[in-house]
């Protein structure tokens, strides 16, 4: 199956993005464009990849799928590849010691399916071939993404994980209320997240609330843990930043 122009389009607009973390191969780069327009989707994102861009061996694999390799984009960083979303899904075939949400594929599919039809904006994150994602990597997600395989064979290559998890993404829009407007404000992005919590971090270093690098580490992640749950919208935000903002100025932050 090919899909083109106005599809493509739809599938790059409605779909969720997907985001390859240092993948290493151009080939394997293809095959999942290929596997992506297969179920129609179209945003595809490369995070620090490991092979140099133009690559003949990617468009060959891709057999045809330009309409996923002529709009591809290339980030220096996850922040940056993910900054314009509100949810992000990761896939690890490993546990973690991380408290979020463990989903199976068609789970997640179903879920971004919803967020989708509330005009939330969303993405799938995937690891390098070897070594998958770290828990550095895994920590902007927002649920982890489980494959289920045969424990006696595990092996499974980046463009199929992909092609399982697009899969189930085209098969659940069968079974997926119409759109309907969300009750509230959706959550801020993660670029509005990521700001926020640079400020309050600053302010925190200015205040001398962390008394030692150690103790800095390890609060600041608790904070961005502890928003990451929460999830705020873009007004709480605004409000925080208004707070925070009073606060250093009137030198309260002394006393946090």
Same mark, same amino acid.
């Given at each position: ?127 390098? +071939? &070897?070594?998958?994602?770290?828990? /550095? *990597? $895994?920590? %902007?997600?927002?649920? !982890? @993404? ?81 928003? +990451? &749950?929460?999830?705020?919208?873009? /007004? *709480? $935000?605004? %409000?925080?930043?208004? !707070? @925070? ?12």
């Amino acid at each position: 199956m090919k899909l083109t122009g106005k599809a493509a389009r739809a599938g790059a607009e409605n779909g969720p993005a997907i985001l390859l973390f240092a993948p290493q191969l151009g080939e394997n780069v293809g095959q999942v464009a290929r596997a992506m327009l297969n179920f129609g989707l179209a945003d595809l994102r490369l995070v620090r990849p490991r092979f140099g861009w133009p690559n003949a061996k990617a468009v060959a694999a891709a057999a045809g799928a330009h309409a996923v390799l002529n709009r591809m984009r290339i980030f220096p960083g996850l922040a940056e590849a993910a900054e314009d979303l509100h949810h992000l899904f990761a896939t690890t075939a490993r546990p973690r010691e991380l408290e979020k949400p463990v989903m199976t594929a068609e789970a997640a599919a179903a879920e971004a399916r919803r967020l989708v039809g509330e005009g939330r904006r969303v993405g799938f994150l995937f690891g390098p +071939e &070897r070594s998958g994602l770290s828990n /550095a *990597e $895994l920590a %902007l997600a927002d649920a !982890i @993404v489980t494959i289920p395989l045969n424990p006696a064979f595990s092996s499974l290559n980046l463009a199929q994980a992909v092609l399982i998890c697009a899969y189930e993404w085209f098969e659940a829009g069968d079974r997926t209320p119409p759109r309907r407007e969300a009750a509230g404000e959706p959550p801020a992005t993660k670029a509005e997240l990521a700001g926020f919590l640079a400020f309050l971090v600053e302010e925190l270093d200015r205040s001398g609330f962390f008394r030692s690098p150690t103790r800095r580490r390890s609060l600041v992640r608790a904070i961005e843990v502890m928003f +990451e &749950r929460r999830r705020p919208t873009r /007004a *709480e $935000l605004n %409000l925080l930043w208004g !707070i @925070v903002k009073q606060l250093g100025r009137r030198g309260g932050t002394r006393n946090l």
